[in-house]
């Protein structure tokens, strides 16, 4: 192979090298890739129409309403969960956490044959009031930080209702329930214009309306029965 074959090869590879560089500058001009403001991927999300409403969770009643309504029965099947830690009969063993027979009403931290309480439940004291267990079924740690109680607690108002009726039972003499609060009837109030509103299922009040003034006599009118007086000539 001469020289000028040789130089017609290595040209065609020269070209070919440039022709496939210049490909690749134009394809990455064309093509360029637009780089997001923050790594990641868009997620694309369907807007509901007027916007999205964050839905308010209702304030929860109080106790003393909720044990109007509350199953005694159906608390002693959520208390099942417990038994793992806990005794319900009367004269029962402590076992993880303390013999719960008449725990309502009871000094909190104290007795319970001697369980040994942590320093948190000694020192919060007081006694197991139904609106102290309400609080502390609903969330142990956060109630009473510190204690010693694993139990994540009961979120649903229902449940703990149902459950402090039960507990309430395991007592020879239960502690009276509290009265719910009633509402008091809204007051009647007048109807506008000062009128008072008719009585369900009466008739409705006469208007008051003032009387027609009497019109004055006519001037020299005749009395009833007396002859007309004479004309007067001029």
Known sequence: MNSFELNKILGA???????????????GAVFAPVKPAKPGFAIAVKEEAGGATQTKKAP???????????SADKGKSIAKQCQACHTFEKGGPNRVGPNLWDI???????????????????????????????????????YIPGTAMTF???????????????????SDNPKPLPKAAE?????????????????QGGQPPAE??????????????PAQGSAPAPEKKQ
């Open 13 to 27: 590879i020269l070209g070919t090298c440039l022709i496939l560089l210049a490909l690749s500058i134009a394809a």
């Open 60 to 70: 929860e009643q109080p106790i003393e309403t909720l044990l109007a309504s509350a």
């Open 104 to 142: 309502v009403g009871n000094e909190r931290g104290q007795g319970r044959g001697g369980f040994n309480f942590s320093s948190a439940m000694k020192s919060k004291g007081g006694t197991w009031t139904y609106d102290e267990l309400n609080k502390f079924l609903t969330n142990p740690r956060g």
């Open 152 to 170: 994540a607690g009961l979120s649903r108002e229902e449940q703990r209702a149902d459950v402090i009726a039960y507990l309430r039972t395991l």
């Open 183 to 199: 509402a008091k009837p809204a007051e009647a109030k007048p109807a506008a214009g000062g009128q008072q509103a008719p009585a």
């Open 208 to 221: 008051n309306k003032a009387a027609p003034a009497p019109s004055a006599p006519a001037q020299n009118a």
